[in-house]
């Protein structure tokens, strides 16, 4: 056995002692920050976040603020995506690439205001490249972290437990959409998103000394709607066909691999970063895709800590990336990324660290 050693490398969310109080008994590492992924029932966990509501810590969905006369524009040069019809109030899913177009970030870009953005992001250090890239480009912003934390409400309950604290107006919510307000004297941002496909909000917490008394405002708010701790459920998520950038991605993954094509838009200016390289690859086509592969076998079998060759023929044609036992089928499922040529419904040879396994490649939802 070994026990992890806090350091002062790790920071904690502002909700970490409310999830070390629920009896949180694993996490992982996201952005240099504790990320609570289970409290003891992963099943139970599951079946709330399908038919009831759960509540996460998701502080480690670190925040990255762009403020001043630029922007916008440095917003812009960040995402493949165009984000000139964008509102202020509303959120956009977008993807950020390096300048070979491989994607290292998927962010919900926030419009607070016309000069003023916030960048909720998944694993990987945008505030040094996006302050990088503004100084290189001698852009007029400041780029810094706020003081922001998000804690989602997930599951078909969580709707009746957000307008319970903060009133029907929550309901009107367009996805992605937010509104700025506050709970209990609480600083706070509310959007309709969240990692999962059962519906729900994130509540972004605008004052990190509040987590504990905020996650109990909504904890017993939830009590007759059964409200109990979960976490970014990787059975659901695979199920729902939701993308892991870093995990179902590498170091050569585009976009358009990963079923992202309808949030990448290739006439952005010139100077949006990777869409050069985005343009050839897509002229030259795209030379792997993802799709879904279900296992034979009826034990759980997850992934360990390597991706796993996926063969046809004898011939290595892709990689499993990700492996989960799906409560609802009953089955290992996953995905895979393997050539463009492979289509829906071939049977592959998976080289699994237990042995080899059959699967067939299925479409994505699987659910
Ligand atoms: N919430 C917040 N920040 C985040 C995440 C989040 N940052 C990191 C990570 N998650 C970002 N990745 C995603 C990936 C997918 C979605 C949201 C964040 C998502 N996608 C829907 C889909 O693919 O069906 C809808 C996208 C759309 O149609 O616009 O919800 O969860 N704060």
């Given at each position: 056995m070994f026990s992890f050693q806090p350091n002062t490398r790790i920071r904690p969310s502002p909700f970490f002692e409310s999830a070390v109080a629920e009896g949180m008994t694993k996490a992982n590492v996201y952005n240099r920050m504790i990320m609570p992924t289970s409290y003891g029932d992963p099943e139970g966990e599951y079946w709330r976040l399908?038919?009831?509501?759960?509540?996460?810590?998701?502080?480690?969905?670190?925040?990255?603020?762009?403020k001043g006369r630029d922007a916008a524009r440095l917003a812009q040069i960040l995402a493949v995506r165009d984000l000139s019809t964008c509102k202020v109030g509303q959120g956009k899913y977008v993807a950020l690439c390096d300048h070979r177009g491989t994607?290292?970030?998927?962010?919900?870009?926030?419009?607070?205001?016309?000069?003023?953005?916030?960048l909720s992001i998944a694993d990987s250090d945008v505030e040094r490249w996006a302050t990088a890239i503004a100084a290189e480009r001698g852009l007029d912003v400041e780029i810094c972290e706020p003081d922001v934390s998000p804690m989602a409400l997930q599951g078909p309950k969580a709707e009746d437990v957000v307008a319970h604290v903060l009133g029907d107006w929550v309901r009107g919510l367009k996805y992605f959409w937010f509104r700025e307000t506050e709970i209990q004297g609480i600083p706070v941002a509310v959007q309709r998103?969240?990692?999962?496909?059962?519906?729900?909000?994130?509540?972004?917490?605008?004052?990190?000394?509040?987590?504990?008394?905020?996650?109990?405002?909504?904890?017993?708010?939830?009590?007759?709607?059964?409200?109990?701790?979960?976490?970014?459920?990787s059975p659901e998520r695979v199920e729902s066909g939701l993308v892991s950038v870093g995990g179902d991605t590498d170091d050569d993954t585009n976009p358009f691999?990963?079923?992202?094509?309808?949030?990448?838009?290739?006439?952005?200016?010139?100077?949006?970063?990777?869409?050069?390289?985005?343009?050839?690859?897509?002229?030259?086509?795209?030379?792997?895709?993802?799709?879904?592969?279900?296992?034979?076998?009826?034990?759980?079998?997850?992934?360990?800590?390597?991706r796993e060759d996926v063969m046809l023929d004898g011939r290595r044609i892709g990689m499993l990336t990700n492996c989960v036992w799906s409560y609802r089928m009953k089955a290992n499922i996953g995905y895979v990324l393997v050539d463009s040529a492979v289509p829906l419904g071939t049977e592959v040879l998976v080289s699994r660290n237990t042995g080899p396994r059959t699967g067939k490649l299925v479409d994505i939802p699987f659910l």
């Open positions: 399908l038919n009831g509501v759960s509540q996460w810590d998701v502080g480690v969905e670190r925040q990255v603020q762009l994607i290292f970030n998927d962010p919900i870009l926030l419009k607070l205001a016309d000069d003023l953005f916030w998103s969240g990692w999962s496909k059962q519906g729900g909000f994130e509540i972004y917490l605008k004052d990190g000394s509040r987590g504990t008394e905020l996650w109990n405002i909504f904890k017993e708010a939830g009590r007759p709607w059964d409200i109990g701790p979960g976490a970014p459920s691999e990963v079923r992202l094509e309808r949030y990448v838009d290739l006439d952005v200016p010139d100077d949006t970063i990777g869409v050069t390289a985005l343009r050839r690859i897509k002229a030259e086509g795209v030379k792997r895709h993802q799709l879904g592969i279900v296992l034979e076998g009826d034990e759980p079998a997850p992934l360990g800590m390597r």
